[in-house]
């Protein structure tokens, strides 16, 4: 079945530090990908999104591209804040919708502090 | 919009009880999907309702049940709860052909 691997944490960066949290992915078909971010006692929200091969999702700073010859998605953004403080999560949908029919499945997370 | 909101927050029960959660989805959403969010783990597929039928279900026992109205709220009833079953529960709503799941903040429920 479908699988998401997402590297080992927890990360501890400086403000300002270039961080990168690796994804790979394991799917039939052609998968959506995804970035969630859950922030203390929240719920997930969708960070980006990408739907095909070398599509680039970014928002607030963070970027992701879907490569399917390394079925990856690595997520990076080039100086963090404090206040990117949280839990990423990776995720796929089996559809390329998340609607009917679709199911999101996602790595274990992962924590990031950041610290002034 | 109020988005996706679930209830209870929190929720304590006693093994062997049921307990049922709820949510409404985001204003315009047909879909809902819930998912069971065990401590420092990603979330897991329980199941999704879609025109008020079972659509998808991932590996949960059958002790795990739903439902979905006609307004497209939705519940979700766990029998014969285990202490395995504490976990946070999130509720999921999204549109036919969108790309989209908004998630609401979860139940908290803990099993004793």
């Known amino acids: 079945g479908d699988s998401v691997t997402q590297m080992e944490g927890p990360v501890t960066l400086s403000e300002e530090a270039f961080l990168t949290i690796n994804c790979t992915y394991t799917?039939?078909?052609?998968?959506?990908l995804f970035w969630y971010v859950q922030y203390p006692g929240e719920g997930l929200q969708l960070l980006l999104k990408?739907?095909?091969?070398?599509d680039k999702g970014s928002n607030k700073g963070f970027e992701a591209t879907y490569r399917k010859e390394t079925t990856s998605f690595h997520l990076e953004k080039g100086s963090v804040q404090v206040s990117d403080s949280a839990v990423y999560f990776c995720?796929?949908?089996?559809?390329?919708?998340?609607?009917?029919?679709?199911?999101?499945?996602f790595g274990k997370g992962i924590t990031l502090s950041v610290r002034p | 919009d109020a988005g996706v909101t679930q209830s209870p927050t929190h929720l304590i029960k006693t093994r062997g009880q049921q307990v049922t959660l709820r949510c409404s989805p985001k204003?315009?959403?047909?879909?809902v999907s819930w998912y069971q969010q065990a401590l420092g783990q990603g979330p897991q597929f329980i199941f999704q309702?879609?025109?008020?039928?079972?659509?998808q279900r991932g590996n949960f026992p059958d002790r795990f049940s739903g439902h979905q109205f006609p307004n497209y709220s939705s519940e979700l009833n766990v029998n014969a709860l285990l202490l395995g079953d504490s976990a946070l529960y999130l509720c999921?709503?999204?549109?036919?052909?969108?790309?989209?799941?908004?998630f609401g903040q979860g139940t908290r429920l803990t099993v004793v």
């Open positions: 999921a709503s999204s549109s036919t052909w969108n790309t989209e799941a908004f």
């Open positions: 204003s315009g959403h047909d879909t």
């Open positions: 799917a039939t078909g052609y998968p959506s």
């Open positions: 990408a739907t095909k091969a070398d």
């Open positions: 309702y879609y025109e008020e039928e079972e659509r």
């Open positions: 995720a796929l949908s089996d559809g390329q919708y998340t609607g009917a029919n679709s199911k999101l499945t």
